[in-house]
């Protein structure tokens, strides 16, 4: 079986927590009927990212989670996990408050790679 490689990350007061499991459950389905593995890559932050990773645990789909390192790298530490979460991956669906600066950054390196397909949920 082929496997989908995707990111899922966003804000940690993002307020619509259940878009997360829908929008996975719906990448799952479509990644099935097209005879595919969904692999879900994420950061540890609170909020938005743990969720990804509770689902995943849920559903029985692989979760490689990416910490960040704040006080080795410092306020870079966020964009260089960004860049390791985004390696390899056909798309990110972020789920952004609209402030977060790190989930901002994501979406702006997705969309510069125009390999990787940019789904963003504001909230």
């Known amino acids: 079986m082929t496997v989908v490689k995707i990111a899922a ?40 990212n743990t969720r990804v990773v509770e689902w995943c645990r849920g559903a029985g789909v692989a979760c490689t989670v990416i910490p960040v390192d704040w006080d080795g790298i410092g306020e870079k530490a966020g964009s260089k996990v960004n860049a390791k979460i985004l390696e390899g991956v056909s798309s990110l669906f972020a ?23 940019v789904v963003v949920h504001v909230r």
């Open 9 to 48: 990350l966003g804000s940690r007061d993002h307020s619509c927590l259940e878009e997360v499991n829908r929008v996975l459950q719906y990448t799952k389905d479509m990644a099935a009927k097209g005879g595919e593995t969904l692999e879900v890559v994420t950061g540890a932050a609170p909020g938005v």
């Open 95 to 117: 789920f952004w408050n609209g402030r977060s600066e790190n989930t901002l950054d994501a979406i702006v390196r997705g969309k510069k790679n125009r390999s990787i397909k």
